[in-house]
T-cell receptor, first 112, second 111 residues
């Protein structure tokens, strides 16, 4: 595999479920990002990690919990989500912060 | 704070016609500027970027963009549209670590 991969590609969950999104980058990058893409809204940066340390948390609700066990993997743990959390969740990586970002294909999340 | 404005959420052009997608930005520091393209059910792919140096930047698929500091603009152009160019295009500005994206412009190409 090359580039940035995300699993699953599609996820349907109830409001009481717990699930996790996975992102893996095969580019040797040091920074990783989670974005939320909703219809008719700009891409929203959720979390930024550099060398496995969280750099930024843009006022994201606590029902979203990121985890970065190493520089190649990034998770987004989901718990007690709301229907308005339904969106495309994109992972990205960059060599260093402020370099261009490479995106994965995204996970289409539907919360019922 | 930085921001990006993309004029026109939807642009339609005929195949073979000029493509012009507009982007204006605001930034408190010299910006890094990017254009990304998103095809249906896919992530974003980098088209081109401006960091420093030459203000006319060439990217993939025949696209180019010109950084105009006086106009705070970074418009994307392509001389001749192809059907395969139909996608959504995002302009983005970066200061330190945060990429701020515009709302996107959906490009339709009419045969």
């Amino acid at each position: 595999e090359t580039g940035v991969t995300q699993t699953p590609r599609h996820l349907v969950m109830g409001m009481t479920n717990k699930k996790s999104l996975k992102c893996e980058q095969h580019l040797g990058h040091n920074a990783m990002y989670w974005y939320k893409q909703s219809a008719k809204k700009p891409l929203e940066l959720m979390f930024v990690y550099s060398l496995e340390e969280r750099v930024e948390n843009n006022s994201v609700p606590s029902r979203f919990s990121p985890e970065c066990p190493n520089s190649s993997h990034l998770f987004l743990h989901l718990h007690t989500l709301q229907p308005e959390d339904s969106a495309l969740y994109l992972c990205a990586s960059s060599l260093e912060i402020n370099n261009e970002q490479f995106f994965g294909p995204g996970t289409r999340l539907t919360v019922l | 704070a930085q921001s990006v404005t993309q004029l026109g959420s939807h642009v339609s052009v005929s195949e073979g016609a000029l493509v012009l997608l507009r982007c204006n930005y605001s930034s408190s520091v010299p910006p890094y500027l990017f254009w990304y393209v998103q095809y249906p059910n896919q992530g974003l792919q980098l088209l081109l970027k401006y960091t420093t140096g030459a203000t006319l930047v060439k990217g993939i698929n025949g696209f180019e963009a010109e950084f105009k500091k006086s106009e705070t603009s970074f418009h994307l152009t392509k001389p001749s549209a192809h059907m395969s160019d139909a996608a959504e295009y995002f302009c983005a500005v970066s200061d330190s670590y945060q990429l701020t994206f515009g709302k996107g412009t959906k490009l339709s190409v009419i045969p």
